[in-house]
């Protein structure tokens, strides 16, 4: 398998990451997980215009322009013959004696990017999944896409401990989104999510949902909610690059509505089917 490293097209077997790369000490750096549809990659520029960001907040600059990533990725799905998956980059602050300071302003930093086969979530989609509620442990900037990911994977351990497919954390009460997901409610027709603020990674999946809905005179609101509106609500859903527009029908042992995916849901599920085809 072909992956880039460092602006090159190479075999995975020719690349070993330094001991003393920051992102393997420190967890110092940033990632990207693209969806790749029939062989295309989705909403691409979103995707690397978050990535920028992401790396200017820790005060890295990417040696790439969006339009050199880009073209690299193309080749990379071809080279792979990758019709449905994802392509996972990330980039580090690079190699460097360990210590808290950041290196040497010209320290390279250590980018790379690769495939992987993920079909489309089909049967969970149809059928709905179900979530637990926990704390929300993070730190304050979970705008920033960093590879610092412990409190969302014990998040999702959890869940998976209690045969749950998402964890949704909350801050004091208020639902923030899930370990790798944004998520939604549904209360008498209107669709209600956590606004944009530094508690949230602002999802493309999410920011396309607003824009779809509002498209198709659906009411869509930036708006927080309690774990008790939640749990009251007519319709749940997650949105995520991996998850896409997955129902929720059981949180905490109680049942969503009727426990079957919702008329909203479903219509966005729908509309958003649309946009990759
Ligand atoms: N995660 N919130 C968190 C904490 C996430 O990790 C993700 C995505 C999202 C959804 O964002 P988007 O729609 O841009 O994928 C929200 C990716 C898929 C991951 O870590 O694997």
């Not at 090159?8 to 940033?30: A, C, H, K, N, P």
């Not at 896409?145 to 969302?152: A, D, E, M, T, V």
């Not at 909350?170 to 549904?186: A, L, Q």
Request: some cysteine; charged content about 25%.
């Amino acid at each position: 398998m072909k992956i880039i490293y460092n602006g090159m097209l190479t075999e995975r077997s020719q690349i070993s990451i330094d001991i003393e790369d920051r992102g393997y000490q420190f967890g110092d750096g940033v990632y990207e997980v693209i969806r790749v549809y029939n062989g295309k990659l989705f909403t691409e520029d979103e995707h690397l215009q978050r990535l920028i960001k992401s790396a200017e907040s820790i005060q890295i600059k990417l040696p790439y322009t969006i339009v050199e990533m880009k073209k690299q990725l193309f080749k990379l799905v071809e080279e792979n013959k990758l019709t449905f998956g994802i392509v996972y980059l990330q980039v580090t602050r690079g190699v460097s004696p360990r210590n808290h300071l950041f290196p040497q302003p010209n320290t390279i930093p250590v980018y790379l990017a690769y495939t992987r086969e993920l079909p489309i979530p089909i049967t969970d989609m149809k059928k709905g999944v179900t979530a637990i509620t926990v704390e929300d442990i993070r730190w304050l900037r979970c705008d920033i896409k960093s590879l610092n990911l412990l409190p969302n994977l014990l998040a999702k351990q959890k869940a998976s401990e209690y045969g749950c497919f998402e964890a949704l954390q909350h801050r004091s009460g208020t639902i923030t989104e899930g370990s790798s997901s944004n998520v939604s409610i549904v209360v008498n027709g209107i669709i209600k999510t956590h606004p944009a603020t530094n508690l949230i990674l602002n999802g493309i999946t999410r920011k396309l949902i607003l824009e779809i809905s509002k498209k198709s005179g659906l009411e869509m609101k930036e708006e927080a909610f309690t774990v008790d509106e939640l749990l009251n609500a007519d319709e749940v859903f997650l949105m995520g690059t991996t998850t896409e527009v997955m129902p929720v029908i059981e949180i905490d042992k109680r049942t969503i509505r009727n426990g079957k995916p919702g008329p909203v849901t479903k219509q966005l599920q729908s509309l958003f089917k649309d946009k990759i085809e």
